[in-house]
């Protein structure tokens, strides 16, 4: 999956939420977040976040941000 770190707080952004062929992204507190059991790894989203917040859950120390997107994607 993809997530959503911290680099998109206070972002306005969501060229992210567009482009996401599977409507993954859902509003969180301060950021917007990525649903890991709906994203499906297209990378899409990824270039396209001009805060290059969205990284993939396969760099280091990532769990903490999957279980963050995680939860405030499942308070819907
Ligand atoms: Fe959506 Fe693809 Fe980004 Fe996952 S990697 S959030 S499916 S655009």
């Not at 206070?10 to 977040?33: A, H, I, R, S, W």
Request: hydrophobic share 30%; charged share 30%.
């Amino acid at each position: 999956t993809y997530v959503v770190t911290d680099n998109c707080i206070m972002c306005k952004y969501t060229d992210c939420v567009e482009v996401c062929p599977v409507d993954c992204f859902y509003e969180g507190e301060n950021t917007l977040v990525i649903h890991p059991d709906e994203c499906i790894d297209c990378g899409v989203c990824e270039p396209e976040c001009p805060a290059d917040a969205i990284r993939p859950d396969t760099e280091p120390d990532m769990e903490a941000w999957v279980e963050f997107n995680r939860k405030y994607s499942e308070q819907w």
